[in-house]
């Protein structure tokens, strides 16, 4: 079982920025990636960056440019957003993948809304 602390949602103007957190805790199995997935009301949740032990990182194509995903240590992750649009409006989940069993954590996640 892995748990995560979320913070850094809230609502924020077109244009400005916010930074996202998730520390994960428990027992992981393996090599894993970290990562940030939203969902928008009545739309599929969709990834938004993922970041891999070695610091790979893949973005989705709405946010590149825009986002950036880092690593404080092995078990923390950031995602720091930038230019905010409306559309990103979502709940934010922080994500951990576990590579070789297979499965995959998802945080309680975290509400960011944009809007003027």
């Known amino acids: 079982q892995v748990q995560f602390v979320e913070s850094g949602g809230g609502l924020v103007q077109p244009g400005g920025s916010l930074r996202l957190s998730c520390a994960a805790s428990?027992?992981?199995?393996?090599?894993?990636?970290m990562g940030w997935y939203r969902q928008a009301p009545e739309k599929p949740r969709e990834l938004v960056a993922t970041?891999?032990?070695?610091?790979?990182t893949n973005y989705a194509d709405s946010v590149k440019g825009r986002f950036t995903i880092a690593r404080d240590n092995p078990r923390k992750v950031y995602l720091q957003m930038n230019s905010l649009k409306p559309d990103d409006t979502a709940v934010y989940y922080c994500?951990?993948?576990?590579?070789?069993?297979?499965?995959?954590?998802w945080g309680q996640g975290t509400e960011v809304t944009v809007s003027s």
């Open positions: 428990g027992y992981i199995f393996g090599f894993y990636i």
């Open positions: 970041i891999t032990n070695d610091g790979g």
């Open positions: 994500n951990l993948r576990e590579l070789q069993r297979p499965n995959n954590y």
